[in-house]
């Protein structure tokens, strides 16, 4: 899996089956830290868990609240109707080796729309308040 580094720290991005939060981002100080990424995260929702979860990892000292504001502000403006058409090809682009790779069959994580609210918690994980839509409790 790939990592994000700020500021010279460097966490693991990790993909965990049946996270008890959506995201999780381990502390600054810690030894081989890591990102914590639901599985069964897409779209959107995605994009607002890894910006909410990075977005600590950068901020640490940052209140939950504003940084629930600020990734859910980011993960939107990425998917307005009018923005998104722009990233689309470069994703495409992007996914395009790993897509070959499997003959075309479905990717592990493939881009498609997940919904769902985040909460707040002290050591600024993302806790679920509820699940997302269509996916199992
Ligand atoms: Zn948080």
Redesign the pocket.
């Known amino acids: 899996m790939q990592n994000v580094t700020f500021f010279g720290k460097r966490w693991r991005v990790e993909w965990v089956e049946g996270l008890p939060e959506l995201?999780y981002?381990e502390k600054a100080d810690k030894v081989d830290k890591r990102v914590l990424l639901d599985s069964r995260l897409r779209g959107q929702k995605l994009v607002e868990v890894l910006v909410?979860?990075c977005?600590?990892a950068a901020f640490w000292h940052l209140d939950?609240e504003f940084?629930?504001e600020f990734a859910d502000e980011i993960a939107k403006a990425l998917f307005h109707k009018d923005m998104a058409p722009y990233f689309l090809k470069e994703l495409t682009a992007a996914a395009a080796p790993k897509l070959g790779a499997k003959n075309g069959q479905e990717t592990k994580h493939p881009v498609s729309e997940a919904r769902g609210s985040?909460g707040?918690?002290r050591q600024?994980?993302?806790?679920v308040r509820e699940a997302p839509e269509g996916l199992p409790d």
């Open positions: 995201g981002c909410h979860e977005t600590h939950e940084v629930r985040t707040s918690s600024g994980e993302v806790v």
